[in-house]
């Protein structure tokens, strides 16, 4: 089964395009397909649900979107990843520049050892921006995450004098000071409990408003709550996609239908 | 009253009170006990350990402290027929000073360079080059010295060539700890600096330093530890100078030079006092910097606490 690549209603051109992306592991005889011949859009101003089972291959997808894949040694990928129809994996492009552009969140908060305020505007300090820009790009980003009324007393404290919930929204600023235009977020509320998970989930609902978001998750709940798009993988292929309630509610696939009501073995 | 655990019965028949007491069997007590005391004997082992360095505190304290005044710390006299040890004490200072700026820019840059830039494989045998050369007696590093030093670049005994050779025996302890600091920042953390967009150069200063700093201080001051201590390759490439030197390609006199000499003299004789005194002295700097180590280290974990473990 390959790429079932439909536009979005909106009738804009995707953000992202990815066209037979396959990635392959390192091992001692064949080399083992962690993804194969994936193949999908995203649309501007959605939220995009990866969905499936442990070792499915979803996080090692969203890592492929912005070159993060690099990172870990033994890997090969192949296939293209379309960024505003720049192939993001052709020679002439720097990754630092991709990651600038395609922000990434992950499964647990990872704030570094400094204060709130320089933790949101680790990115702007990377590109050197001024000290006036860099003041509103903060708030701005805070603000936008929604952690901006809890820590606007304090910017100077140390961030890891916020909770879990509150790091990872910290996080999540991080990402979006440098105002990128598709956020990828790996399992974010995965060590969060359920008060901050809904927070988090709160900003995720704003911000797909503004921007791509691509949102790795194996809780059907939550793709449930706020996506509009689901893509279900099972070991390395992409079984369908389409809108959240048809996918849900009534898939095409059997394999889909046993994910989603629990019945998967 | 009848509760809710009346009406749950249990397997075997057991007497839910009963079931935890029969099962501490009489061997399950006696290993119990042993693991107990083992847990005491371990530190009166350590205790055991500690009497010989504290015995030996005592006796080069005891020895020296008597003749040490600050006259004899301060004076800058020949050591040869003077009890004064300002010339060597400068002599070190220069010298250890020289190897450690040597050393941690050897260790500093291939440690960073090992746990980020190489492969897995080429990482792997550069390590244990570092091993390996950590593992060299001092005194064939100090051959090494001599011959590629004072012979062959032609520098003769000089504080520069002594520098170079002791900076070498250094650097692998500054290369590990640097290695060591850098390869264990939590991944997702790493990640998380890349996936923000920095620059490799600007994860590792941003990032990298702040966290892996208080762990390459200890080895820096480690290392110095350590390198104070020689004897072997100072002897080989800075030989001696009964004054202070006053560029860096004269020879100069090493603290453990004193000691190494001393001993051949007899048990009243100057050179045996300045032995002593060079002893305590650098028993002293040495405990001092293990506890500036120390001090270090606790400070900076507790602002560490809470990163992504």
Partial sequence: ?265 | MATVLDSVTYPHGLDPSDDLRRGNTARLRWRTGFDRWIGYLLPLLFLVALVPIADLVWYIGKTALPTLTFTVISSQNSFQSYNALGVPLISTFYILGLATVIAVAFGLFGGIATAEFLSESAAGWVRMSANLLAGMPSVIVGYFGYFAFVLYFGWGYAIIAGAFTLGFFMTPYIFRTADLAFSSIPRPIREAAYGSGARPVQYILRVGAPIAFPQILTGVFLAMAIGLGETAPIILTVATNVAVPTNLSQGATYLTYLIWTGFQFGPHSVELTLAFEAAFLIVVVVIALNIVVRVIAARFRRRLEGLYQ
């Fill in chain 1, 1 to 265: 089964m390959t790429a079932n690549a439909i536009p979005e209603g909106s009738g804009e051109a995707p953000v992202v395009q990815v066209r037979s992306l396959t990635v392959q592991a390192k091992a001692k005889k064949a080399p083992k397909k962690i993804l194969d011949n994936v193949g999908m859009d995203f649309a501007p101003r959605s939220l995009t649900a990866v969905i499936g089972a442990s070792g499915c291959g979803k996080t090692t997808f969203v890592r492929t979107l912005n070159r993060m894949v690099e990172l870990t040694p033994g890997l090969t990928v192949s296939g293209q990843v379309l960024y505003l129809g720049q192939d993001i994996y052709s020679r002439s492009i720097n990754p630092v520049l991709v990651r600038r552009r395609i922000g990434m969140v992950f499964q647990r908060p990872t704030v570094f050892p400094m204060s709130v305020f320089e933790n949101a505007a680790f990115g702007l300090r990377l590109l050197h921006e001024s000290d006036n820009e860099i003041d509103s790009a903060v708030q701005e980003a805070l603000t936008r995450s929604g952690l901006w009324d809890e820590v606007k007393d304090d910017l100077d404290r140390s961030a890891f004098s916020l909770s879990g919930g509150q790091q990872q929204r910290l996080c999540i600023a991080r990402a979006l000071a440098v105002r990128p235009k598709v956020l990828l977020m790996d399992e974010p509320t995965s060590a969060l409990d359920p008060m901050a998970t809904q927070r988090v989930e709160a900003t995720m609902r704003r911000l797909k408003e503004e921007i791509v978001l691509i949102l790795v998750t194996h809780n059907v709940g939550q793709a449930a709550r706020v996506s509009d798009r689901v893509a279900f993988l099972h070991q390395g292929r992409l079984v369908e996609t389409g809108p959240t309630a048809e996918i849900l509610e009534r898939p095409r696939e059997e394999l889909t239908q046993q994910f989603v009501t629990g019945r998967f073995t």
